[in-house]
């Protein structure tokens, strides 16, 4: 048999996977068909950054003032500190899954106790996430953790030196504070520490992972394509499409990772407890250029690519304790392209010919689309902001955090609490999701059917707009 006819083979297969369990199209669609979708979807992971900075420094956009993202975020260049700017990210995942977020796993690079990430988990993190239903973790990056702190430089770390073992296990301890929130991550009952890089970026780990082990952390380890010996893990998992066994090539397709990444997912799950990783995407040229090293780029022909990829992962998420899980790459590392977040319009969709090679393009949404689709097919699609009229009350719903209301009319004078989405003042956040409702007040002798027009923008343009009274 060919390659080549292998190869075809496989991908008809993926045609026929049961993504849609039977049990759905027999629940005849409705609030009912939804449920069911929902509770049989996956738990979505991915590793959200909090260590950006807006004007004046461009943190992890820029370095040495010159651009390192190839990519325009819808949001522009935010900063990780700005409450408003992590809830409407928050928004935007939760809108192409489960509405109160309660099926996504938000996962914390972490270094060092102090830095910036550090200290934006509990001031601005925190008290977002807390008002949904989402869950998160910590990502430890141990190659950093030690040359950020000077105990080692050259990878692998060798975590048989004292100064690096210490270092870990003094980690452990500070996060153990945040071990016990009561959103974080848990398996088999155990508060779950995602780590990098663990048999390439790493290297004699066994007596430390095994006491972090002993004090009842569950360690999943990242371990697609690495090619180093495997310290005691409870899971197995991966980061992005760019593999340690991919770095430094470049011009890969999406499409053409599938029978690598079949590979991967069955020996992982083999060996035990398994989560499928990818991203939709991976191009790191601007950041490779500044520091003189290989650029890697996998790209994404179209939004059927990265459905294929994720239809694959799908496919291999087995049960852990009672939930399934895909590992989705990055939520927001836009230096490396493996974005979840949507993109501004910018060039050719997808990819374009900058600078006489193939880079990626802008995809506005299509990365989270394609999620919904196949990890959550029972969430309704959205088609922009609406405002519902009930009796006594108003709803806005699908409204985006950082988008525009307008309220005018003749009986805008009337109002003792005209609502002003800016500081969501006399606005009431409905529970777990992003949801308003307004009850409207009028002064005393006021006339409560004179109009009041309220006009709705997203991010995306899409508007909506209700009258009250008239």
Same mark, same amino acid.
């Given at each position: 048999m060919s390659a080549r006819f292998t190869r075809r083979s496989f991908l008809r297969s993926l045609g026929a996977l049961p993504f849609l369990p039977a049990a759905l199209a027999r629940a005849g669609g409705g609030r009912r068909a939804r449920?069911?979708?929902a509770s049989q979807a996956p738990v979505v992971a991915a590793q959200l950054n909090l260590w950006f900075r807006s004007e004046p420094h461009l943190n992890n956009y820029q370095r040495d003032g010159r651009w390192m993202v190839s990519l325009n975020p819808r949001l522009g260049y935010t900063d990780s500190a700005d409450r408003e700017v992590l809830a409407?990210?928050?928004?935007?995942?939760?809108?192409?899954?489960l509405r109160t977020g309660r099926k996504t796993i938000y996962s914390i690079e972490w270094i060092q106790p102090g830095d910036l990430s550090d200290r934006n988990i509990s001031r601005a993190f925190l008290p977002v996430v807390e008002q949904t239903r989402a869950r998160w973790n910590i990502f430890y990056d141990p190659v950093l953790a030690a040359r950020q702190r000077g105990l080692a430089f050259d990878t692998p770390i060798d975590f048989s030196r004292p100064a690096v073992s210490d270092m870990f296990l003094s980690d452990l301890a500070y996060l153990s504070q945040y071990f016990e929130h009561p959103r974080y991550w848990r398996l088999r009952g155990k508060p779950v520490l995602y780590v990098w890089s663990v048999n390439s970026g790493i290297e004699r780990a066994h007596q430390p992972f095994e006491t972090a082990r002993s004090m009842g952390v569950y360690l999943l380890g990242d371990v697609f394509g690495g &090619? *180093?010996?495997?310290?005691?893990?409870? @899971? =197995?998992?991966?980061?992005?499409? +760019?593999?340690?066994?991919?770095?430094?090539?470049?011009?890969?397709?999406?499409?053409?990772?599938?029978?690598?990444? &079949? *590979?991967?997912?069955?020996?992982?799950? @083999? =060996?035990?407890?398994?989560?499928? +990783?990818l991203s939709c995407q991976f191009d790191d040229t601007e950041f490779q250029n500044l520091v003189g090293g290989a650029p890697t780029r996998i790209l994404a022909r179209q939004k059927e690519d990265v459905t294929d990829l994720l239809r694959l992962a799908k496919s291999y998420s087995t049960p852990i304790g009672s939930e399934?899980?895909?590992?989705?790459?990055?939520?927001?590392?836009?230096?490396?392209?493996?974005?979840?977040?949507?993109?501004?319009?910018?060039?050719?969709?997808?990819?374009?010919?900058?600078?006489?090679?193939?880079?990626?393009?802008h995809y506005e949404f299509d990365h989270l689309e394609a999620v919904r689709e196949v990890l959550f097919p029972g969430a309704p699609r959205y088609r922009g902001p609406r405002i519902v009229r009930r009796p006594r009350k108003v709803l806005f719903k699908d409204c985006d955090v950082a988008g525009r209301l307008k309220v005018r009319g003749p009986g805008v004078d009337g109002l003792l609490n005209a609502p002003a989405w800016a500081d969501k003042s006399h606005l009431e956040r409905a529970r777990a999701t992003f949801d308003?409702?307004?009850?409207?007040?009028?002064?005393?002798?006021?006339?409560?059917?004179?109009?009041?027009?309220?006009?709705?923008?997203?991010?995306?343009?899409?508007?909506?707009?209700?009258?009250?009274g008239g």
């Open positions: 449920r069911l979708a409407q990210e928050m928004q935007w995942i939760h809108r192409y899954s &090619n *180093g010996p495997e310290p005691p893990l409870d @899971a =197995r998992t991966g980061f992005v499409a +760019a593999t340690p066994a991919m770095t430094g090539r470049t011009d890969l397709d999406v499409h053409g990772l599938l029978l690598v990444f &079949n *590979g991967y997912y069955q020996d992982a799950l @083999a =060996r035990g407890d398994t989560i499928p +990783a399934r899980y895909v590992w989705l790459g990055t939520y927001n590392n836009w230096a490396e392209g493996t974005t979840l977040l949507p993109t501004r319009r910018q060039g050719e969709r997808f990819y374009d010919m900058r600078g006489g090679i193939r880079r990626i393009g308003y409702r307004w009850v409207p007040e009028w002064q005393e002798g006021a006339d409560p059917t004179a109009p009041v027009v309220l006009e709705f923008t997203n991010l995306d343009g899409l508007t909506a707009s209700t009258v009250l």
